[in-house]
């Protein structure tokens, strides 16, 4: 079944915390995408990647980091976590321009 | 500015009746996208439809339509004969392709449906 694959889905973490949050697809979609989505706010987006190595800041990028260095993954990594933070993320991908982007089924991040 | 306006925070409709869900946007690029998602309570986004700006004709997915004014810069969704199911949050999104194909949102627009 092709899909993108967010872990976890539910995270509670404390303050400076280090953590990552995965994303796996397996439709060897050259682009992938990290958005957030808060009341109000409808989705932001944080990162994207256009290829492997290719990374670039959408526009929250602020206290995130990500990697692409293969083409099925593209984790997004909080360095030092603070309760702003506190939002549901979701990883995209899309197979071309004109195809809706598959979203994995989302992250609900809580920073204590 | 936004550059994708959703106005309607909140929307009723009857069962069975067709339902218009409005989305405004604002780009000066001639090339871009439009999309519409669905997001039910359980949180995950779907797909439902896509519009280009060269296209001629309004794009339909059974019963989602795609209402294209683009003049007037909207591109509002319509559901036909409205379902239980449809009840959700809907949102409107814009690709531009200078800014590296990313999708812009909406703020969304909560769709329930009355039996």
């Known amino acids: 079944e092709a899909q993108v694959t967010q872990n976890p889905r539910y995270l509670i973490t404390v303050t400076g915390k280090k953590l990552t949050v995965t994303c796996s697809q397996n439709?060897?979609?050259?682009?992938m995408s990290w958005y957030r989505q808060d009341p109000g706010l409808g989705l932001r987006q944080i990162y994207y990647s256009m290829n492997v190595e290719v990374t670039d800041k959408g526009d929250v990028p602020e206290g995130y980091k990500v990697s692409r260095k293969e083409k099925r993954n593209f984790p997004l990594i909080l360095e030092s976590p603070s309760p702003n933070q506190t939002s549901l993320y979701f990883c995209?991908?899309?197979?071309?321009?004109?195809?809706?982007?598959?979203f994995g089924s989302g992250t609900r991040l809580t920073v204590v | 500015a936004q550059k994708i306006t959703q106005t309607q925070p909140g929307m009723f409709v009857q069962e069975k009746e067709a339902v218009t869900l409005d989305c405004t946007y604002d780009t000066s690029d001639p090339s871009y996208g439009l999309f519409w998602y669905k997001q039910p309570s359980s949180g995950e986004m779907i797909f439902l439809i896509y519009?280009?700006?060269?296209?001629?004709q309004n794009a339909t997915e059974g019963r989602y339509s795609l209402n294209f004014q683009k003049a007037r810069k909207s591109a509002n969704l319509v559901i036909s004969a409205s379902q239980l199911g449809d009840s959700a949050m809907y949102f409107c999104?814009?690709?531009?392709?200078?800014?590296?194909?990313?999708?812009?949102f909406g703020a969304g627009t909560i769709l329930r449906v009355k039996s």
């Open positions: 999104a814009m690709r531009e392709v200078p800014y590296g194909n990313k999708l812009v």
């Open positions: 439709m060897n979609h050259e682009y």
């Open positions: 519009q280009g700006s060269y296209d001629q």
């Open positions: 995209a991908s899309r197979r071309s321009e004109n195809y809706g982007y598959t």
